[in-house]
C-alpha cells in the first residue's frame, strides 16, 4: 500500500533514505575508507566505457559518462534506442554498461545484445534481481532500492547514482584519501536527503507558476543530467511543457523562448568557475524577466540573482547532484498534485517499456 501517502511516488521519494542505506550496505566501510561490491570481484579496469540507456536511467548515464572521464576513462553516454541501430565502433577493452532500472527495457536490451554481438564485455546496472538484463549481462551491480510502482522514477534514479559511483570506485579504484572522502559523503548523504525531505520548500515555490506553461531547468558539469531529469520528470507528471538545459547552451537558442512566463530553475552548488558560469546564465534570464529559481547549497551569492531559492545541504561535488534532484522531484510532484494530474500513471506511459 501507499502507507498513509497520497500516492506511491511521494511514498517512494520519502523513501529514497532507506532505499540507499539498502544500496550501500556492506559494500562501504569508513573505517577504511573503502568500497566494495562483491558481485564485481572478477571484473577488470575497461580501457573505455560505453553507457546505454532510456529515458531518466540515460540521465544516470550521462552522470557515469562524467564520472568515468574525470577518472581517466575515455565513456560516453548514448541513448539505447539510437545505440541498438547506429552502433558506434567498440574498440577492444571496452564495457559497455546498460543501465536500467527495471532490467526489461526494449531498447536497453537491444543495445546490450548490439554489444554483445560484437564481442564486448556487458554490465548491467539494475534495481531487478533475474531481470533480463541481470541475466543476459556479463555482470551486474544491484541498486537495491526495492520495488517501484510509480512510473516516475525516483529512488531508483538516487540509487542509479550512488550505483554509478560504487562501480565507477570499483573499476578505477582510486583508493586513498579519494576513496575515503567519497565513503564518507556516500555515508552522510542518506542523513542529507532526509533533511531535504524534512525541510524542503518545493510545494511553496509552485504555488508562485500555476498559471506558467512552459518550464525551463539548467545546469552545468553534474548538474546538467539533473536538468534534464528535472525537466523529464516535471513534463511527465504535470503534462506541462518542460525542458532541461547545459546552461551554457541557453544563448545558442533556448534563450528566444524566455520571457515573464517561463520560471527558469537552474541548479548552482559550490563556489567555483562552473558555479560562477552558471550565475552569469542566471542573469541572462533574469534580464529576460523570467522568474528564477535557484536550487543551491548557499556557498556562492547565486540567490542574489534569484526570486525563489530551494536550499540544499552542502556536500561534495558528486553528490550535490543528489540533493539537488530530490528539490526537482518535489517540485514536479507537487505541481501535478496542485494541477490534479494522474501521478502514479500518467497518460501514455508504462512503468516498463518493453517494446522498441
Ligand atoms: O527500467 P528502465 O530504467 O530501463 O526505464 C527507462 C525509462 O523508461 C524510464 O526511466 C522512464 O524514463 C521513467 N518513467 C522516467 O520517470
Do not use: W
Not at 33 to 44: K, R, Y
Not at 138 to 153: K, M, N, Q, S
Not at 279 to 308: C, F, H, L, W
Not at 339 to 346: A, E, F, L, Q, V
Amino acid at each position: 500500500g501507499k502507507s498513509g501517502y497520497d500516492h506511491f511516488m511521494l511514498k517512494e521519494i520519502h523513501e529514497q533514505p532507506t532505499a540507499l542505506r539498502q544500496c550501500l550496505s556492506g559494500r562501504v566501510d569508513e573505517l577504511s575508507g573503502s568500497v566494495t561490491v562483491e558481485e564485481l570481484d572478477d571484473i577488470q579496469t575497461p580501457e573505455t566505457v560505453q553507457l546505454v540507456a532510456c529515458g531518466t536511467s540515460y540521465h544516470a548515464s550521462l552522470y557515469a559518462a562524467s564520472l568515468l572521464r574525470d577518472a581517466g576513462i575515455p565513456a560516453n553516454a548514448y541513448l539505447a534506442s539510437e545505440y541498438a541501430t547506429s552502433t558506434p565502433p567498440i574498440p577492444d577493452g571496452t564495457l559497455v554498461v546498460g543501465i536500467t532500472q527495471s532490467g526489461e527495457t526494449a531498447d536497453t536490451l537491444s543495445a546490450l545484445r548490439a554489444a554483445r554481438s560484437r564481442g564486448a564485455e556487458t554490465l548491467a546496472l539494475t534495481n531487478v534481481v533475474g531481470s533480463t538484463a541481470s541475466r543476459e549481462c556479463d555482470h551486474v551491480l544491484y541498486i537495491r532500492a526495492g520495488p517501484e510502482i510509480g512510473v516516475a522514477a525516483t529512488k531508483t534514479f538516487t540509487s542509479q547514482l550512488v550505483g554509478v559511483n560504487l562501480l565507477v570506485e570499483r573499476l578505477v579504484g582510486q583508493s586513498g584519501g579519494g576513496t575515503r572522502e567519497l565513503v564518507a559523503a556516500l555515508r552522510n548523504l542518506p542523513g542529507q536527503i532526509q533533511t531535504v525531505l524534512d525541510e524542503s520548500n518545493a510545494a511553496e515555490i509552485v504555488e508562485e507558476y500555476g498559471d506558467c506553461s512552459s518550464f525551463f531547468f539548467i545546469g552545468r558539469g553534474l548538474h546538467f543530467p539533473v536538468a534534464l531529469e528535472g525537466a523529464l520528470k516535471f513534463k511527465e507528471i504535470t503534462y506541462e511543457h518542460a525542458e532541461g538545459f547545459a546552461a551554457g547552451e541557453l544563448k545558442h537558442g533556448p534563450l528566444a523562448l524566455v520571457t515573464a512566463e517561463t520560471p527558469v530553475f537552474a541548479v548552482v552548488t559550490g563556489d567555483d568557475e562552473r558555479a560562477r558560469k552558471t550565475i552569469g546564465n542566471v542573469k541572462e534570464v533574469e534580464a529576460r524577466d523570467a522568474p528564477v529559481v535557484v536550487v543551491t547549497d548557499g556557498q556562492s551569492d547565486a540567490e542574489r540573482y534569484a526570486d525563489a531559492v530551494i536550499e540544499i545541504p552542502e556536500t561534495n561535488g558528486r553528490m550535490a547532484p543528489l540533493l539537488a534532484n530530490v528539490q526537482l522531484q518535489l517540485v514536479a510532484y507537487h505541481m501535478a498534485k496542485r494541477m490534479g494530474r494522474s501521478i502514479d500513471k500518467p497518460r501514455n506511459l508504462a512503468k516498463s517499456v518493453t517494446v522498441e
